[in-house]
């Protein structure tokens, strides 16, 4: 029997039923964009995190967008962002009208090097944006002081970690304000795509509001270039429900997580653990340097995998202008990483066969 990365139908098929009674609800009450489930998913999301707002919005990438966007910053300022991370985070630097800076990743924790981050500051930045890569927690401590020495704003990428918590405290409470995807394969996934910017400033979160619906929070008066960007009222809806769910299944995949972590053979490289991460683990990637040959022994064993992510974004084509850096850790996680399966359709035996048949590599 095949153990497959992801199935997206077995992973909703639980809440269909609520999902069903959702869907009628939306369809019959007649009303699709920024309703009462978008509000009540905003109220609740935003209490989840402990924060006070939340703004629904289309996409991940578009929570970072407008997050850098509701800044107000002089064009074309410099913001930092960690070398390995997925695009989207680049892009909305570039979307917002600013320039990428990009930082080395900790070859342990594949998250930002706060000791990196100093050298690479200059007048033009006013950003840093931390990647909370694969649901572990940035070093938040000495990231927070280095934007309190040189008055930076701090935005948090959370597009993989819902829920997690460094040294107790959620992810996305540290910064000014915080984007979240909730893409299908996501801990917390929709059945499309959909966002939120997370924050505790209330201007902030009245100019994201408003950054998303075309400038505007009264009907055809807009005081602000905005977007057409805003979370459906039926992926509200469905989010609603995932929301209770949320807890259990970060319980489950990190339950599921301890098992590589206790039983894969030293061979491969295993994400590391600190005491004051609380991490949910979107994704569970281990390293080797027969990444490819891995891969294919896997397939051939029935377990399926994935890889996040097989070009490191300065090599992107996309990127052209940045292909002359080097960026050799970013380069080395690339080359070297693959996710294996720990999805909540996955049973602790699936798992074990996983690590029986990877030992044996």
């Known amino acids: 029997m095949i153990i497959e990365y992801e199935n997206l139908f077995k992973v909703n098929q639980p809440y269909f039923d609520k999902y069903r009674l959702k869907f009628e609800e939306v369809l019959q009450s007649g009303w699709f964009i920024l309703g009462n489930n978008v509000k009540k998913f905003e109220s609740d999301f935003a209490s989840y995190n402990n924060l006070e707002y939340c703004t629904g919005v289309a996409s991940g990438l578009d929570a970072l967008t407008l997050s850098l966007m509701a800044l107000d910053l002089e064009k074309g300022s410099d913001v930092i962002v960690p070398s390995n991370t997925y695009i989207a985070s680049i892009l909305a630097v570039i979307l917002a009208g600013h320039n990428p800076v990009l ?210 974004p300065h090599k992107q084509k996309a990127f052209s202008y940045l292909s002359h850096l080097h960026f050799p850790i970013s380069e080395e996680i690339h080359s070297t990483t693959i996710s294996l399966p720990i999805s909540t359709i996955h049973s602790k035996e699936d798992i074990i066969r996983v690590i029986e048949t990877m030992n044996k590599f």
Not at 244 to 251: G, P, V
Request: hydrophobic share 35%.
């Open 103 to 312: 930082v080395e990743p900790d070859i342990n924790t594949y998250n930002i090097n706060p000791a990196l981050i100093e050298e690479a500051i200059t007048r033009k930045t006013k950003v840093i944006m931390v990647v909370h890569l694969y649901g572990k927690p940035c070093d938040m401590d000495p990231i927070i002081e280095t934007c309190k020495k040189h008055k930076l704003f701090l935005i948090e990428d959370c597009a993989q970690a819902h829920g997690a918590e460094y040294k107790g405290k959620k992810v996305g409470s540290f910064g000014d304000m915080a984007g979240f995807s909730f893409y299908p394969t996501k801990n917390l996934g929709c059945l499309g795509d959909g966002g939120a910017i997370v924050t505790g400033n209330e201007e902030f979160h009245l100019k994201t509001e408003m950054l998303r619906n075309y400038g505007s929070l009264k009907k055809y008066q807009n005081e602000l270039i905005g977007l057409n960007s805003r979370l459906d009222e039926m992926q509200a809806a469905f989010l609603i429900v995932k929301l209770e769910y949320l807890n259990l299944i970060n319980k489950h995949k990190r339950e599921l997580a301890s098992l590589y972590l206790s039983h894969l053979k030293e061979d491969f490289i295993k994400p590391s653990v600190q005491d004051f991460s609380y991490d949910v683990y979107h994704i569970f990637n281990i390293r080797h340097p027969k990444r490819n040959d891995l891969k294919e022994y896997l397939i051939k064993n029935g377990i399926k995998t994935d890889i996040h992510y097989p070009i490191p």
